[in-house]
């Protein structure tokens, strides 16, 4: 069972990446599933999180407005579109899946499954 998180890079202020999620070894069609950063020294801190329908997403302040979570369908891979990128926004991001039967989206420890991160720099 794995999730590759796919899509990051270096890019300037006010760029965009899209990062990809993708999972193999199982389905996660009935999944929650989030996007995390973790930024060197600091915890890591919820970014996106989005239904299995794709019908309910969540972000964190620090983002509305500037990242999208999406997915096609429940087994497609999820993406999480960047937006006007910031300094602030350079941190390794890594994608999570959660069990249908968990509550709660923002919190690492309701996630089950987790990928390898990929590293998003913003230079200004």
């Known amino acids: 069972v794995q999730l590759q998180a796919s899509g990051g890079g270096l890019v300037l202020t006010g760029g965009s990446l899209r990062l990809s999620c993708a999972a193999s070894?199982?389905?996660?069609?009935?999944?929650?599933m989030g996007w995390f950063r973790q930024a060197p020294g600091k915890e890591r801190e919820f970014v996106a999180a989005?239904?299995?329908?794709?019908?309910?997403?969540h972000y964190a302040d620090s983002v509305k407005g500037r990242f999208t979570i999406s997915r096609d369908n429940a087994k497609s891979p999820v993406y999480l579109q960047m937006n006007s990128l910031k300094p602030e926004d350079t941190a390794v991001y890594y994608c999570?899946?959660?069990?249908?039967?968990?509550?709660?989206?923002?919190?690492?420890?309701?996630?089950?499954?987790w990928g390898q991160g990929t590293q998003v720099t913003v230079s200004s």
């Open positions: 999570a899946a959660r069990r249908p039967n968990r509550d709660g989206y923002d919190i690492t420890r309701i996630y089950d499954y």
């Open positions: 070894g199982r389905t996660f069609s009935y999944y929650t």
């Open positions: 989005i239904t299995w329908s794709g019908g309910n997403t």
